[in-house]
């Protein structure tokens, strides 16, 4: 039988231990980011396996069959002592680094964890990871806050002729403090590579020129379509009655679909939809589109050429959502579940028990990227940071693990939580999250997975 020991400083067993120092604008503490650690936890977040679960309780085989009458108290008095509660999360209201330290222990302390014949995962694991959480959210939230992008700071990264000089500097600057809204048209064409990258002003006129004659043939193949050929053409019937039916429900509490404008608004996000469905034919329309689309039309200012390329631009990331087959839903959940078992083993090991390790109560969050959980102009904000995020290209997911992370006393003390009592549970939040405490924490995440983390998600779209 064949064991393997990674300390959880980041290193190999016989290897000393770094407790790391705080540094440059996305400071990062060793925990999962270390080279040796990496394979370490990428292989433990694979073998998702029913001795994790065992081990966290107490009741594995090796060591944990050694501490069986233990670890249960253990599991118990840590959700009362070193759990974080989702008040105290989301306001990053915790111990300074040497409390933290005294709670957790040394960082740089040589607790193994063994791993044999699948996965043995402790309690202390979790905590000693929430321990680091606490102090590279701590550097987070100390980082000083620019203000948004301005349209004036936009034009100083493009040179004389129009070009985006400084791509990563942009994006860096939008995931650090955001958009000014009359900023968001222009800016949002480059983060969704509406804008060719390196492109001058005057190749974008022409594009812009190109764009506006295939919107306008688009819109006419659809016109174009009567009463006879609709009758001959199912599948155009059935996607066109679902269009029309999820714009009359989308958003219409917004003051862009309530004012005077209203029908006029309407029947542009119906348009950029209906074009969409025949540019994408194989792939169509699926409900939740809508949610994608709405805040696109708002950013473009009603501007339906550029709502539509700019959808064309998001769906291009997101197409795997819609799949007739869910794989690329399916691919995603799983994704998430391998994070939260590497960033949180102890709520990995509770979903286990509880058998929700196919994470369907996370899928509305990752369908439509937190749309309907955060007020609308707070998911502007979301979006533009998750599509200008330079450590990951997936802060979606990390968001997620954030939220489950937030809750994690009440997820591992409520016995009630099952499956469709946690499915309930993660609907109930819709507006009820905070969303700058949320992207802190998502942020830290990321950071302290590292390159553990990027390999778990390798492959994503």
Not at 287 to 312: I, K, Y
Request: charged share 20%; with cysteine.
């Amino acid at each position: 039988m064949v064991s393997h020991a990674l300390r959880l400083d980041g290193s190999n067993a016989g290897q000393p231990g770094s407790a790391g120092q705080l540094s440059s604008s996305h400071e990062q503490l060793p925990l999962l980011s270390q080279a040796p650690c990496d394979a370490g936890f990428t292989a433990v977040a694979r073998e998702a396996s029913s001795a994790a679960a065992a081990a966290a309780f107490g009741s594995a085989g090796g060591r944990a069959a050694d501490h069986q009458a233990s670890s249960a108290g253990d599991a118990g008095s840590y959700a009362e002592e070193y759990e974080e509660d989702e008040d105290c999360w989301a306001s990053g209201s915790h111990a300074s680094s040497s409390d933290t330290f005294s709670e957790v222990g040394d960082p740089a302390a040589t607790e193994v964890v063994y791993v044999r014949e699948g996965v043995a995962v402790w309690p202390s694991h979790s905590r000693r990871i929430l321990g680091r959480l606490s102090l590279q959210l701590a550097a987070v939230r100390a980082r000083a806050a620019p203000p948004p992008l301005s349209s004036e700071e936009l034009a100083s990264f493009l040179d004389g002729d129009g070009r985006l000089v400084d791509e990563a500097g942009f994006r860096e600057r939008v995931f650090q403090a955001g958009i000014e809204p009359t900023a968001r048209r222009e800016a949002w064409k480059w983060l969704l590579g509406v804008y060719p990258a390196g492109s001058s002003s005057a190749q974008r006129q022409q594009q812009r020129l190109r764009q506006q004659q295939q919107y306008a043939l688009l819109q006419g193949q659809w016109a174009a379509v009567g009463p006879e050929q609709a009758r001959r053409w199912g599948k155009w019937r059935e996607r066109r009655s679902r269009i029309d039916k999820d714009v009359a429900r989308t958003d219409r509490l917004h003051p862009f679909y309530r004012g005077r404008d209203a029908p006029q608004h309407l029947a542009a996000l119906r348009d950029v939809l209906r074009c969409y469905c025949l540019f994408n034919w194989d792939l169509g329309y699926c409900q939740g589109m809508s949610d994608l689309a709405s805040p696109l039309l708002v950013a473009m200012e009603g501007d339906e050429v550029d709502a539509f390329w700019c959808f064309v631009g998001l769906m291009e990331r997101m197409a795997g959502n819609f799949a007739q087959d869910q794989a690329g839903m399916h691919t995603q959940l799983a994704a998430l579940r391998q994070l939260v078992q590497v960033l949180d083993p102890q709520l990995h090991a509770l979903f286990e028990a509880r058998e929700c390790l196919n994470y369907f109560f996370a899928f509305r969050w990752l369908l439509i990227h937190f749309k309907r959980e955060f007020p609308f102009d707070q998911v502007l904000c979301l979006w533009e940071a998750c599509w200008a995020c330079p450590l990951t290209p997936h802060l979606h997911l990390y968001l997620a693990a954030a939220v489950l992370i937030q809750h994690r006393r009440l997820l591992l003390t409520d016995p009630a939580l099952d499956f469709d009592g946690l499915l309930r549970f993660c609907v109930g939040l819709a507006g009820r999250l905070e969303l700058g405490g949320c992207l802190r924490l998502a942020e830290a995440l990321a950071l302290i997975a590292g390159q553990a983390g990027q390999e778990l998600l390798a492959g994503l779209p």
